[in-house]
């Protein structure tokens, strides 16, 4: 080969080779702008959309890109919920793209709760998948009322005084057990965890009575802290093996298989002629009667259903009820007192004889504790709910069609003009009649409100006055108060962040 040539194809491969290298070049560099087009757009989008919704409610000028709150989110804290609230009866916030509009006013929340054309109850992403989608909370409508009157019964006076007397025998054996332990063991300790254990065997006994064997009571209370666990408002959304929610899903399938088998034991108890001693048999015997005009065929699947969504919707509010009611008792000296005077007049000494319904009625002051602590700390504080179509919720603002809308109850229990000081522990103000706590029932948003109201809010009230009133005669109770006492843990409902640390010792009356 010449030089010449040599020199010409290697001018020439240079040539086409720097050709090549910047056409792909080129070719690279309009995909990155392409992708940073598409991206960009995508990104200017979602602030529209942002802005479009929000129109005037206050909320981030700009919401952050993609994940919005979501960090808020992790760690919920009452800090940053009040600091949202009061920025406005009605604002905005941005979760992954979620459209959130946060109602703080009395007004607002209540008109969420009452408008089911609207509006429906909402639970977490993990919610359907825990609880079972088939379970009748899901319900909407006609036929959500139509069930709810069935499930309405076993809550008649009739039924509560059933349960009375199971919640006491519960309440009982675990108090002895803890001043046992106490004697062994003076110090205080937090008491969450054997507050939730009694709260979970009271539940259990009181809904299916011994139809579950002790055994299981222990199993249930072992595992269902994972179903507490994946109601956090954010969780791992897709139940692989090992997440919470996967846990969660195998507490349900364990918890589900006693309910069914209690719901069977039930029927063939009171086919048999059995006394009606649990809320299954209650509702077994209701549907024998020969008046009775509703549904009759109601599966062992279906009642363990029912069951499961007491158990769900009961164990963690009740259990922060009754944290809070302890420590509220405890901070307050000289309302205990009170309590255990009325204690002494309602029972006249005899506290070893079982508490009838009629002496509950009459332990007033009793029941304005218990009104009061779960007024100053909502186990609730929030219920969220999703818009089924545009709702026209004010004059100036319509949330749009898929929004969550999540109205705040504890700004109406914490409104200082029908509950002056709010913040303080108060029983009294639920002691005159025509005061302001009891001329504005609408402020107490405790059990929400409208359709989808607590069905078990006479029962809870009942059991946490109950547990009260067998803790203040049975032992003395002394708070030892940590720098978190007054911090709060939110985990769906709300508890002391330090457990609430009590010193127990026997009460011995002369
Ligand atoms: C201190 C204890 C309790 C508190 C603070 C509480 C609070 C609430 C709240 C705020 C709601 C939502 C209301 C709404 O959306 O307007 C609710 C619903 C519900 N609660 Fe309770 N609850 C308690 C105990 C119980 C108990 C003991 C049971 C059952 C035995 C129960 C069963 C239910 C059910 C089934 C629902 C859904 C009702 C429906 O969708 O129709 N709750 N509760």
Known sequence: MSLEFKAATTALYNATSSQVTSTAQSGSMSWLYTTAAIVGGLLALEQAVWRYKKRHLPGDTWAIPIIG????????????????????????????????????????????????????????????????????????GKDHVDYR??????????????????????????????????????SAKPIMMTARHMNMETSLRVFCGYHIPDSAVEEINSKYWFITQSLELVNFPIPLPGTKVYKAIQARKLVMHWLELAAKKSKIAMAEGGQSECMLDEWVSIMAEPG?????????????????SFLFASQDAMSSGLIYGFQHLADNPEILAKVRKEQERVRMGNYEDPITL????????????????????????????????PFPISENYTVPAGSMVIPSFYNS???????????????????????????????YLVFGSGPHKCIGLEYAQMNIALVLATAVTMMNFQHEATPLSEKVEIIATIFPKDGCHLKLSPRTHA
């Open 413 to 443: 229990l914490h409104d200082s003009e029908v509950y002056p000081n709010p913040e303080a522990f108060y029983p009294e103000r639920w002691l005159d009649q025509r005061g302001s706590a009891n001329s504005n029932p609408k402020n």
């Open 149 to 186: 009157k069935v499930l309405n019964l076993l809550f008649t006076r009739k039924a509560l005084g059933i349960y009375l007397g199971l919640q006491e025998t519960v309440a009982r054996k675990h108090m002895t057990r803890w001043l046992k332990e106490a004697a062994a063991d003076p």
């Open 358 to 389: 009629e002496q509950m009625d009459d332990m007033v002051y009793l029941q304005a504790v218990v009104k009061e602590s779960m007024r100053v700390k909502p186990p609730v504080t929030m219920v969220p709910y999703k818009c089924k179509k």
């Open 292 to 308: 009775y005009k509703g549904r009759k065929d109601f599966s062992d699947y279906e009642m363990a259903q029912v069951v499961f």
């Open 69 to 140: 709150r979501f960090a808020d989110s992790t760690k919920p804290t009452m800090e940053n919920y009040k600091r949202q609230w009061d920025s406005g009866p009605l604002s905005a916030v941005s979760v992954f793209n979620i459209f959130i509009v946060m109602a703080s006013s009395n007004e607002y929340s209540r008109k969420i709760l009452n408008s089911p054309m609207y509006a429906e109850p909402a639970l977490v992403h993990s919610g359907k998948l825990v609880i079972g989608s088939d379970n009748w909370v899901f319900l909407t």
